[in-house]
């Protein structure tokens, strides 16, 4: 159950902040747009456990906001805001590829159209489809996270899998205490095999300047003030406390001279890893039954 409540409130509440944070970029200049979709994309690939680093530091070891903040970090609402700062940009990146295939029409129709009513009525409906995917791949991301739930002690399936196992060395017992890794991400598949996602442009470019005078004011605002907070709580706090902290300077020669092999793995790991998925795209993407692949990427990596 805290495996479900977890993915459940970490699909939530990235799609809500995501669609919000992107409705408020339309507001900006492309240019703007373009670098803050880069920072959401680095939030997505810093380490997990680096966040979590983070806010130990912050709330755990005697410092004066742990008084401030009202939420248990060690717990399933505190994973869940861990786990949503690092899966925001799905649904901020899902908002924007859904908003590039907005029309002139479909903002001339109606001139008057402008924040809360064009969110309600043309934002959200276009989105909604890739809301809908990216929530099933947070989903999916969440309920196989082993790394913050681990780290926070919260009891969820992946560690609880894992430790089995090991303790028992019995794979077919810890499969069967595993079921849902694997029976979730089969009921999520159909979600995600017919899902189409829609070509952008099919008649006019895009209307950035139309899009910019709908949405400035409150829309601008709100969201605005949502990015620039989860831009601060997902990227600039972990990168200020990790390059701040006098301790990565001085331990960063040690950890090279110690394990250079570690660190070369890592790099080779990462870029076979990319040239497979690459590979493996370019030769299934003609192919319908090439969506069954999307079962590899929701199932859990400890019951792979």
């Given at each position: 159950?805290?495996?479900?409540?977890?993915a459940?409130l970490t699909?939530?509440?990235?799609?809500?902040?995501?669609?919000m944070?992107?409705?408020?970029?339309?507001?900006?200049?492309?240019?703007?747009?373009?670098?803050?979709?880069?920072?959401?994309?680095?939030v997505?690939?810093?380490?997990p456990f680096?966040?979590?680093n983070?806010?130990?530091?912050?709330?755990?070891?005697?410092s004066p906001?742990?008084?401030?903040w009202?939420?248990?970090l060690?717990?399933?609402?505190?994973?869940?805001?861990?786990?949503?700062?690092?899966?925001?940009?799905?649904?901020?990146?899902?908002?924007?590829?859904?908003?590039?295939?907005?029309?002139?029409w479909?903002?001339?129709g109606?001139?008057?159209?402008?924040?809360?009513?064009?969110a309600?009525?043309?934002?959200?409906?276009?989105?909604?489809?890739?809301?809908?995917?990216?929530?099933v791949?947070?989903?999916?991301l969440?309920?196989?996270?082993?790394?913050?739930?681990?780290?926070?002690?919260?009891?969820?399936?992946p560690?609880?899998?894992?430790?089995?196992?090991?303790?028992?060395?019995?794979?077919?017992?810890?499969?069967?205490?595993?079921?849902?890794?694997?029976a979730?991400?089969?009921?999520?598949?159909?979600?995600?095999?017919?899902?189409?996602?829609?070509?952008?442009?099919?008649?006019h470019a895009?209307?950035?300047?139309?899009?910019?005078?709908?949405t400035?004011?409150?829309?601008?605002?709100?969201?605005?003030?949502?990015?620039a907070?989860?831009?601060?709580?997902?990227?600039a706090?972990p990168?200020?406390q990790?390059?701040?902290?006098?301790?990565t300077?001085?331990?960063?020669?040690?950890?090279w001279?110690a394990?250079?092999?570690?660190?070369?793995n890592?790099?080779?790991?990462g870029?076979?890893?990319?040239?497979?998925?690459?590979?493996?795209?370019?030769?299934?993407?003609?192919?319908?039954?090439?969506?069954?692949?999307w079962?590899?990427?929701?199932?859990?990596?400890?019951?792979?």
């Amino acid at each position: 159950w805290n495996s479900l409540l977890l993915a459940g409130l970490t699909a939530a509440g990235a799609v809500a902040l995501g669609f919000m944070g992107a409705a408020g970029a339309l507001a900006l200049p492309a240019r703007w747009q373009s670098r803050l979709a880069a920072a959401a994309v680095v939030v997505l690939v810093l380490p997990p456990f680096l966040n979590v680093n983070a806010w130990l530091q912050l709330l755990e070891t005697g410092s004066p906001w742990a008084r401030w903040w009202p939420l248990p970090l060690r717990s399933v609402l505190g994973t869940a805001f861990i786990l949503v700062l690092q899966a925001w940009p799905l649904g901020y990146l899902a908002c924007l590829a859904a908003w590039r295939g907005l029309e002139s029409w479909q903002l001339e129709g109606e001139t008057h159209l402008a924040g809360l009513g064009l969110a309600r009525w043309l934002l959200w409906p276009m989105a909604r489809p890739y809301l809908g995917l990216a929530a099933v791949i947070v989903v999916a991301l969440s309920l196989s996270n082993f790394s913050v739930p681990a780290i926070l002690q919260v009891k969820v399936l992946p560690p609880e899998l894992w430790v089995r196992f090991n303790t028992t060395l019995k794979p077919a017992d810890a499969l069967l205490a595993g079921w849902p890794l694997l029976a979730v991400p089969l009921l999520l598949l159909p979600l995600v095999w017919t899902r189409a996602i829609p070509w952008p442009r099919l008649e006019h470019a895009f209307p950035e300047a139309l899009l910019r005078q709908g949405t400035r004011g409150g829309l601008a605002v709100c969201g605005g003030g949502v990015r620039a907070v989860l831009l601060g709580l997902s990227l600039a706090l972990p990168l200020l406390q990790l390059t701040l902290s006098w301790r990565t300077w001085l331990e960063l020669p040690v950890v090279w001279q110690a394990v250079p092999r570690a660190i070369w793995n890592s790099g080779v790991l990462g870029a076979l890893a990319a040239l497979g998925c690459f590979l493996a795209a370019l030769a299934t993407w003609r192919f319908r039954a090439g969506a069954l692949a999307w079962i590899l990427f929701l199932v859990a990596g400890t019951l792979l």
